[in-house]
């Protein structure tokens, strides 16, 4: 299937850079590799059940958005239990260390994937939790 997209320069010459360097025969079938990749970690979040313990990263323009971010926080407490922040110029990122209900955690990954100036949300890490109880 032939398909067109919009992607903003930098960001195609960075991808461009990435597959050529990995030794890929095409950037369609680079494209592909990507698309899959991001199908099996969406599915992978969405299939988990239970109680889970997730790695969750996320980088954005700070003076933009940084009041939201505070709010989803304290609004996804029971779920975070941990945070680890930096900033990189007029961009943060943060790491948000989870345990509780895949349910939770999922809402809190969608959430942060709602605003415009958050660039990526990763879930790094996605795990059975063994308890809740032992830390």
């Known amino acids: 299937m032939r398909t067109s997209l919009n992607v903003p320069d930098d960001v195609?010459?960075?991808f461009d850079a990435v597959w050529q360097?990995?030794?890929?025969?095409?950037?369609?079938?680079?494209?592909?590799?990507a698309m899959l990749e991001y199908v099996e970690s969406h599915t992978r979040?969405?299939?988990a059940e239970g109680n889970i313990a997730a790695v969750?990263?996320?980088?954005?323009?700070?003076?933009a958005v940084i009041q939201e971010l505070h709010?989803?926080?304290?609004d996804f407490e029971g779920v975070i239990e941990a945070t680890s922040h930096t900033h990189h110029g007029d961009w943060c990122f943060e790491v948000a260390?989870?345990?509780?209900?895949?349910?939770?955690?999922?809402?809190?990954?969608?959430?942060?994937?709602?605003?415009?100036a958050v660039r990526r949300v990763s879930?790094?890490?996605?795990?059975?939790?063994a308890?809740?109880?032992?830390h």
Request: hydrophobic share 35%; glycine share 4%; charged share 35%.
């Open 12 to 14: 195609l010459a960075e």
């Open 45 to 47: 979040l969405e299939e």
């Open 71 to 74: 709010t989803v926080q304290h």
């Open 123 to 129: 879930v790094l890490s996605l795990t059975a939790a």
């Open 56 to 63: 969750v990263a996320f980088d954005y323009e700070h003076e």
């Open 97 to 116: 260390f989870c345990d509780g209900p895949a349910e939770r955690v999922r809402r809190l990954v969608y959430r942060l994937r709602d605003f415009d």
């Open 21 to 33: 360097a990995e030794g890929l025969d095409s950037r369609s079938r680079a494209i592909r590799e």
């Open 131 to 134: 308890t809740t109880t032992d």
